[in-house]
């Protein structure tokens, strides 16, 4: 693996810490997302969603596609602790997966076994 050098900060790469700070903010990364997709949640409200507590006011799909995206993150965590994560069309594959598990029907939906984040050697 590569070992990257912080040229402007001089700061060393700590994956640990980055994975803390970007888990910390999932809430306000769904909450930016859902709303791009024109979807009117209050961040209190997706953070609410991603504790696995419904809220009122909004339809189903509009709760689902929040909380795949909060799914979405907790894959990409789980790829890059378990360095496997590359910049391939299989882990984008898996991670867009994530997003659209409830709501493809069987014969569309590409079993999760066969998505994996595995760096072609």
């Known amino acids: 693996m590569l070992n990257p050098e912080d040229t402007y900060w001089l700061m060393s790469p700590n994956r640990e810490k980055a994975l803390m700070l970007a888990q910390r903010a999932v809430s306000v990364f769904v909450y930016d997302a859902v709303r791009l997709e024109g979807i009117n949640f209050t961040l ?11 809220v009122g006011g909004h339809k189903l799909s509009d709760q689902q596609i929040a909380v795949n995206q ?33 709501w493809s029907s069987a014969e569309q939906r590409v079993p999760r076994h066969q998505h994996s984040c595995l760096k072609a050697a």
């Open 44 to 54: 209190p409200e997706v953070q609410t969603l991603l504790q696995g507590v419904t």
């Open 70 to 102: 909060g799914e979405a993150w907790k894959r990409l965590f789980q790829i890059i602790r378990e360095e496997r994560f590359g910049v391939t069309k299989a882990c984008a594959r898996e991670l867009h997966g994530a997003l659209y598990d409830e």
